[in-house]
């Protein structure tokens, strides 16, 4: 039995293509991208290569990163487009070269419960004030 892998969109075999395979199809790809010479041309290229949904999110993403570029705020960038702030923070950390991965530099901050900030440590003692 095949081991099977699934993408965002798609079922893929396990079987990697080889290193010969790959730079054959890379060297089509750069030929194909050379011949583009408009915009319509790019589009039919686009629709050779890449399913609705993967061409939606190319497009949300650079023009995510364009809105971030002219100083727009997250809540306007989501409103705008419908996105997340995680999804907004992923494509800063690509435009920022830290790539897709999880940002180690970015800190957590977790809300604080104000009901418990000043309750001593062991709670609230209803009984006698002290055993002396």
Request: net charge positive; proline share 2%.
């Amino acid at each position: 039995m095949k081991a099977t892998r699934y993408t965002a969109y798609m079922k893929t075999s396990g079987k990697e293509l080889t290193r010969r395979q790959r730079q054959k199809a890379l060297e089509i790809l750069l030929r194909e991208i050379a011949a583009v010479k408009t915009g319509m041309n790019l589009g039919r290229l686009l629709d050779l290569l890449l399913t609705y949904h993967e061409k939606e999110a190319i497009l949300r993403r650079l023009t995510i990163g364009n809105m971030l570029k002219h100083k727009n705020t997250y809540r306007a960038i989501g409103k705008a487009l419908g996105v997340s702030a995680i999804t907004i923070s992923k494509v800063r950390d690509i435009l920022e070269a830290r790539g897709y991965g999880r940002n180690p530099q970015r800190k957590r901050i977790y809300s604080r419960d104000k009901d418990t900030e000043d309750r001593p440590l062991l709670g609230y003692y209803k009984g006698a004030r002290s055993i002396v």
